[in-house]
């Protein structure tokens, strides 16, 4: 039911111009509808200036995130990689944000993400390994699932000899916890 929520954010893109976390859920919330055009647009407006105008204030962190996952979504390797050396300071960190009771999960989801638009495969997959290990020890669930599915599309991308059978492994295991989640 994501559609239903993009004239709300659109509005209040139009409204608070301002305030660059309205825009960055409008980019993601676009990239997860699969509407590249939309998202671009959006993602264009905040990288015009390598992300030098991404307000730092409480709400950082989360938009780089959020911004890694748009980047891997439109396949900008340059733009993923100026994320990177933002975000890599904080690979071993759980997000938090829209409150200190809201946990995203292992930052270093996000670097995997940036690191397989990049095609460092090694690197990604050190990240999604480094995200499934603290997801796992604070028993989010949620967070093991989604990263399990994003290490497993890096997997299927690299193609390596035994990737496709990890990556059967692991959607396999997202699929089953999404079902027990319902």
């Known amino acids: 039911r994501l559609q239903e929520m993009e004239a709300l954010f659109r509005g209040t893109v139009e409204q608070y111009p301002a305030i ?14 699969g509407l590249e055009a939309e998202a671009r647009t959006q993602f264009e407006q905040l ?20 911004l890694c996952a748009v980047c891997a979504f439109l396949r900008d390797g340059h733009r993923a990689a100026i994320l990177y050396d933002l975000f890599l300071p904080y690979a071993r960190r759980n997000l938090h944000g829209g409150g200190p009771a809201i946990c ?10 940036v690191a397989a638009t990049m095609q460092r495969w090694d ?15 604070m028993g989010g669930r949620p ?22 059978e990890k990556a059967l492994a692991l959607l396999t295991e997202a699929l089953d916890t999404a079902q027990e989640l319902g």
């Open 143 to 164: 967070w093991v699932a989604h990263t399990q599915h994003n290490y497993a599309d890096m997997l299927l991308r690299r193609d390596k000899p035994g990737d496709r």
């Open 20 to 33: 660059a976390a309205w825009r960055v859920v409008l980019a993601f919330l676009y990239a997860e509808l």
């Open 47 to 66: 990288a015009a200036k390598d992300f030098a105008d991404l307000p730092r204030d409480f709400d950082w962190l989360t938009n780089v995130a959020t």
């Open 104 to 113: 995203w999960g292992s930052a270093a989801v996000s670097l995997g993400l």
């Open 123 to 137: 690197d990604a997959a050190r990240h999604f390994e480094d995200a499934l290990e603290m997801n796992v020890r």
